[in-house]
């Protein structure tokens, strides 16, 4: 049990330190978990929305194939993109395969089933005569669409919280389409793992107390917007 | 204002609207009316351009609305009040201005004029979620009519409000629909409220139009016993017209003959059809220019709301609408031996 009360102690020791090494695990983990939200967020929350207020044959179906994605595992993802991404892919002429793009376009295939899934429940919430009220007073499909996402703005806040959860988390898609290159594509969850193979579990530990410190901030502050908001409704 | 000719509208539940012709003139209120189910929302939603149309012409203040690239352009010609208000979050006002930000207006009064027209300046600040059913009524009035729209269609619009409120928010409206000559299109099942706004109403049953014309038109002279049935008219008796003198119908019904103002033709069978305020109940007859008198039992006399109504077996049913008092004062009871009355010119005949 002492190793892992010494890997405790070490791991936080090597926090305080501010090691440059860690912080540029941290900063590559942040910058891929970010960009690939943000980038699901924009695809996600308009999709969901107009999915959600929208006749159209075989929605059912679609709803269907997007709920089903929200539970993509992330490994199959990392093969699907290092398949497209790879040298003989109809993707390679991007040059992404173990880049931060790569990655982000993994983790966007990962989030944004789930932000889609979720606003569409936010907005499925809505009664729809409140968007035709909004288009029977002059509103144009996207206004009409702005107004009801800012009705249901707490509910796409947790959609945006549980898609950067499913993201921060991942390893397998990460791992696969990044390669864990020093200094170039490592992250907090693929350092962990190659810190553990590797016996160095105080960096695992300082790695997994990061990460999880990170997750919990990031959760929190919006939370804290969330409550705010629904406090003042 | 609105011209609509052909108009078939099929929806998924297998219920289908089909209507002929139906116009609507500026400035005028027109009432759709009907039971539960004959198609009156259905046909509010096309003309709000919400309904998918799968045949028909529909022409509003002369474009074609059923063109997709005129669609918006129209919309923001007219506002839409469903049965309950819809109003988004944030303040009063913000509410009100939401149509001015649609169309890129900056708002310069007129959401101040709706405030005070509408009686809600006081409001003006308030969080939406946080007023009565009637200020949401009164807010989503004031946000429909913020634009200036030439049209308002409304859905049963008070249909939740109490008895007050609804005349007083009624009577505004009335107001600023006459002051600005707004073409309003009404859904109600309240017949009183339609008498009140309507200069037209089109009675609607199943899917099918029976029948559009004045308030008094359709209360005194329904087209088919379904819109007779409709409004109101109570006696309704199968007989045919054996004889005409002028416009004076002797009408064969059973052991009576019923007279009545028609035009009508011997051989003709129809339908007498006679509102029961029209019927008066005595003990015997009184010389009058009252040409139809038929001694009967009185079956029941219900109170209703206003009013009592007193069924009568005269070898056909006749229901008299009666004062409190007259019933009273008269002390008439089930089985008392009665004569129920009415003029030649208060029954209309329909043919059958």
């Known amino acids: 049990m002492d190793f892992i009360y010494d890997g405790f102690i070490k791991g936080i020791a090597l926090i305080l330190s501010r090691d440059p090494e860690i912080a540029g695990v941290v900063r590559m983990s942040l910058y891929v978990s970010v960009f690939s939200t943000l980038i699901a967020v924009f695809i996600g929350v308009p999709l969901g929305a107009v999915i959600a207020v929208k006749k159209f044959p075989l929605k059912k179906i679609v709803i269907s194939v997007i709920n089903t994605g929200m539970g993509l595992p992330p490994v199959v993802v990392g093969l699907l993109v290092m398949l497209l991404l790879a040298r003989s892919g109809p993707l390679a002429f991007l040059g992404w395969l173990y880049t931060p793009a790569g990655m982000v376009l993994a983790q966007v295939i990962i989030a944004a089933p789930v932000i889609t899934a979720l606003s569409m429940a936010a907005m499925q919430s809505l009664d729809r005569k409140f968007y035709l009220q909004m288009l029977t007073l002059g509103a144009g499909q996207w206004q009409a669409l702005w107004v009801c996402l800012k009705e249901v703005k707490l509910s796409i806040l947790a959609a945006v919280i549980a898609g950067f959860g499913s993201v921060i988390s991942e390893v397998g898609a990460v791992m696969m389409v990044g390669g864990n290159i020093r200094h170039q594509t490592r992250v907090l969850t693929t350092a962990t793992v190659m810190e553990t193979q590797m016996g160095n579990f105080d960096t695992a530990i300082a790695l997994g107390l990061i990460l999880l410190a990170i997750t919990f901030l990031i959760n929190i502050a919006l939370t804290f917007i969330q409550q705010r908001r629904a406090a003042a409704e | 204002m609105i011209t609509l000719s052909g108009l078939v509208i099929e929806l998924s539940t297998g219920f289908s609207l089909r209507v002929d012709g139906l116009r609507v003139k500026k400035g005028e209120t027109f009432a759709l009316i009907g039971p539960n189910g004959a198609g009156k929302t259905t046909l509010l939603n096309a003309l709000a351009l919400l309904q998918e149309i799968k045949a028909g012409e529909l022409k509003i ?213 006679v509102r029961p305020e029209a019927v008066s109940v005595s003990w015997t007859v009184e010389a009058s220019s009252v040409r139809n008198h038929f001694r009967g039992k009185v079956l029941a006399a219900v109170p209703r709301r206003l009013e009592y109504e007193v069924s009568i077996d005269c070898g056909f049913r006749i229901i008299a609408a009666m004062t409190r008092q007259s019933v009273e004062g008269m002390r008439l009871k089930p089985g008392d031996e009665v004569y129920a009355s009415f003029k030649a010119t208060a029954a209309h005949l329909i043919k059958r």
């Open chain 2, 61 to 273: 203040g002369g474009k074609d609305a059923l063109r997709k690239a005129h669609r918006l352009e129209l919309r923001r010609s007219m506002s839409y009040l469903f049965s309950r208000p819809y109003l988004a979050g944030g303040s009063v006002y913000e509410n009100i201005v939401l149509p001015l930000k649609f169309r890129g207006v900056k708002d310069s009064g007129q959401a101040a004029e709706m405030l005070e027209l509408f009686k809600i300046a006081h409001l003006r600040d308030r969080d939406s979620r946080q007023l009565s059913q009637g200020e949401r009524h009164r807010v989503s009035l004031a946000r429909a009519f913020v634009t200036r729209p030439k049209l308002v269609l409304l859905d049963e619009p008070f249909s939740s409000l109490d008895a007050r409120a609804k005349e007083s928010i009624i009577a505004d409206l009335s107001k600023i629909t006459k002051a600005r000559r707004t073409t309003l299109v009404l859904v109600t099942q309240d017949q009183e409220e339609a008498l009140a706004l309507a200069d037209t109403l089109a009675v609607l049953k199943g899917g099918r139009l029976l029948q559009s014309a004045t308030p008094q038109e359709i209360f005194s002279r329904p087209a088919s016993e379904e819109v007779a049935d409709f409004v109101g008219v109570e006696t309704v008796v199968p007989g045919e017209v054996t004889a005409k003198s002028d416009n004076l119908c002797s009408v064969r019904a059973g052991e009576n003959t019923l007279e009545v103002i028609s035009a009508c033709a011997p051989g003709d069978k129809v339908l007498v059809c």
